[in-house]
């Protein structure tokens, strides 16, 4: 079946530092994938989406690549803030389905500090 | 205009107890989904609701249920509560055709 795999957490940076989280798929087809966000005592938010192969989404400075040949969407961002600091979520949403069955990641804990 | 909004915010159930959750849409959303997240098993999907129809289910036991009316307002049922229950319960809407979920803040629900 479909799932979704994610780097383990907590991640700690200083601020203005890189990042990345890794996330890889699998599904047959092409899944829509997503990255969300959540900061404590919220729900999640729609952070980025890709719907095919070669789509780069982007929102806020975080970017990812849909990449078939290696089932990845790597989230990235250039510069953390410490507002950036929350639980980031990948998911898919599995080819040629209707609706919004969303499978998620485990989520990755990002720490950022001053 | 407004998100989704989910009522109770929090709960306190005892087991064997049952509960009744409730979720409102954005205006003009049709599709209503439901998730549940914990700590040890992360966010899973229960299952999806679109014009009153169940259109997609999880794999959760048939003590979780759920209904949508026809204003696409949804509620899920937990009956027979039982301790591994408590979690923190999603709900998220979307438009039709569209596959962005927008969700609400969540009911936590801790059952003792």
């Known amino acids: 079946g479909n799932s979704v795999t994610q780097m383990e957490g907590p991640v700690t940076l200083s601020e203005e530092a890189f990042l990345t989280i890794n996330c890889t798929y699998t599904a047959t087809g092409y899944p829509s994938l997503f990255w969300y966000v959540q900061y404590p005592g919220e729900g999640l938010q729609l952070l980025l989406k890709?719907?095919?192969?070669?789509d780069k989404g982007s929102n806020k400075g975080f970017e990812a690549t849909y990449r078939k040949e290696t089932t990845s969407f790597h989230l990235e961002k250039g510069s953390v803030q410490v507002s950036d600091s929350a639980v980031y979520f990948c998911a898919l949403s599995g080819p040629n389905q209707a609706g919004t069955a969303l499978i998620f990641g485990k989520g990755t804990t990002l720490s950022v500090s001053s | 205009k407004a998100g989704v909004t989910q009522t109770p915010r929090y709960l306190i159930k005892t087991r064997g107890q049952q509960v009744t959750l409730s979720c409102s849409p954005i205006?003009?959303?049709?599709?209503v989904s439901w998730y549940q997240q914990t700590p040890g098993q992360g966010l899973q999907f229960l299952f999806e609701y679109f014009s009153e129809t169940q259109r997609n289910k999880g794999n959760f036991p048939g003590r979780f249920s759920g209904r949508q009316f026809s204003n696409s307002r949804s509620e899920m049922n937990v009956s027979t509560l039982e301790l591994g229950d408590s979690a923190l319960y999603l709900c998220?809407?979307?438009?039709?055709?569209?596959?962005?979920?927008?969700f609400g803040q969540g009911t936590r629900l801790t059952v003792v």
């Open positions: 205006s003009g959303h049709r599709s």
């Open positions: 998220a809407s979307s438009f039709q055709g569209s596959n962005e979920a927008f």
């Open positions: 890709a719907t095919k192969a070669d």
